[in-house]
């Protein structure tokens, strides 16, 4: 809540990474965060994968994502998603994104 998070990089999620966490983001700024990992999740033929949700990246089977009254602005990733990536294996988890700005950002392709 009411924080900054500013040029982070990783495989996945340069501001915020997890598996089978929820999150509630609430007055946030994510600002220049990089997503740097290839081939995408899971990884496609042999490569060690990531590259996606610059800012937040969210994985794994039931949680909550929750980003209210937040700005991300100038992202970048290699694959997909640009500013966040949610994926619930099993299909139970939810996302939610209200009064929020997402501003500015680059991404690559799935392939």
Same mark, same amino acid.
């Given at each position: 809540?009411? =924080?900054?998070?500013?040029g !982070?990089?990783? =495989?996945?999620? !340069?501001?915020?990474s +997890?598996?089978?966490? +929820?999150?509630?983001? $609430?007055n946030? #700024?994510?600002?220049?965060?990089?997503?740097?990992?290839?081939?995408?999740n @899971?990884?496609?033929?042999?490569? @060690?994968?990531? !590259? +996606?949700? *610059? *800012? &937040?990246?969210?994985?794994?089977?039931?949680?909550? $994502?929750? &980003? *209210?009254?937040?700005?991300?602005?100038?992202?970048?990733?290699? %694959?997909?998603?640009? %500013?966040? $990536?949610?994926?619930?294996?099993?299909?139970?988890?939810?996302?939610?994104?209200?009064? =929020?700005? #997402?501003?500015?950002?680059r *991404?690559?392709?799935?392939?």
């Open positions: 809540m009411n =924080s900054t998070f500013t !982070g990089v990783c =495989s996945n999620g !340069g501001g915020l +997890s598996i089978g966490v +929820s999150w509630t983001v $609430l946030c #700024l994510f600002n220049r965060h990089r997503a740097i990992g290839s081939g995408a @899971p990884s496609a033929n042999g490569t @060690p994968g990531g !590259g +996606s949700g *610059a *800012a &937040i990246y969210n994985d794994g089977n039931h949680y909550v $994502l929750t &980003i *209210a009254g937040t700005v991300m602005e100038r992202q970048q990733c290699q %694959r997909g998603r640009r %500013r966040d $990536l949610y994926v619930s294996k099993d299909r139970t988890g939810t996302m939610s994104i209200t009064d =929020s700005t #997402l501003t500015h950002t *991404a690559g392709r799935f392939r």
